[in-house]
């Protein structure tokens, strides 16, 4: 199955700031999607990213807070914007690599301050 | 609308107890089923997954088996060990355009020696 190297694995970020975090894939995957998951909370999905056009948002989450690129099909980044406390979580790519299969970056766990 | 719901938790078992973790779903037809682990401070990973009804799911001790009659797809191990503590997330496949996952709260297992 696919691998994600996922970056910074974690960061300690002031208010009002912003931070890329990146996922870099070893083969090419047509569909990325991004997850948060906040303190003691469960996985929800922020947006899933294709290669070649805009991603695709959940409700509650927007494109100018969560601006997300795919440049190529191995690569994709989420960039948490204008930072609050609110934002730290634990934030994970994820891809779909095959029929049924599902594999996770290790996460960039997020604390702002 | 889809749905994971899960046992609450915390659990908490001795050393070579019995373990079960519910999980019953709301989905259009018959999606793919799956549990996921998180170890502490980790990311997540797969534990086991089934594809179509009564398939079981099985790794490391632990089982599933897909319920279509009962939605559900309950995770059992006979005999736990103190390695076993982590968070028990149980997810199936989104049925709609996205394919992401939609996962449950997850529940939380400690086991004392």
């Known amino acids: 199955s696919a691998v994600i190297s996922q970056k910074p694995s974690r960061d300690i970020c002031q208010r009002g700031t912003s931070l890329t975090i990146q996922c870099q894939v070893d083969?090419?995957?047509?569909?990325m999607f991004w997850y948060r998951q906040q303190p003691g909370q469960s996985l929800t999905l922020i947006a899933t990213a294709n290669q070649g056009s805009e991603a695709t948002y959940e409700s509650g989450f927007v494109i100018d807070k969560f601006p997300i690129s795919r440049p190529n099909l191995t690569f994709s980044t989420l960039t948490v914007s204008n930072m609050s406390p609110e934002d730290s979580s634990i934030y994970l790519c994820?891809?779909?690599?095959?029929?049924?299969?599902?594999?996770f970056g290790s996460g960039t766990r997020l604390t702002v301050v | 609308g889809n749905s994971v719901t899960q046992m609450e938790g915390p659990v908490t078992l001795s050393e070579e107890a019995f373990l079960t973790i519910n999980c019953t779903y709301t989905a259009t037809g018959y999606p793919s089923l799956f549990w996921y682990v998180q170890y502490p401070g980790e990311g997540l990973q797969l534990l086991l997954k089934a594809t179509k009804a009564d398939d079981k799911g099985s790794n490391k001790g632990f089982e599933a088996t897909y319920r279509k009659e009962t939605t559900s797809f309950h995770l059992e191990k006979g005999s736990v060990q103190v390695s076993d503590s982590a968070v028990y997330f149980c997810?199936?496949?989104?049925?709609?355009?996205?394919?992401?996952?939609?996962f449950g709260k997850g529940t939380k297992l400690s086991v004392k020696p």
């Open positions: 083969s090419q995957v047509t569909m």
């Open positions: 994820s891809l779909r690599d095959s029929a049924y299969g599902y594999t």
């Open positions: 997810a199936h496949v989104n049925g709609g355009s996205q394919g992401n996952l939609i």
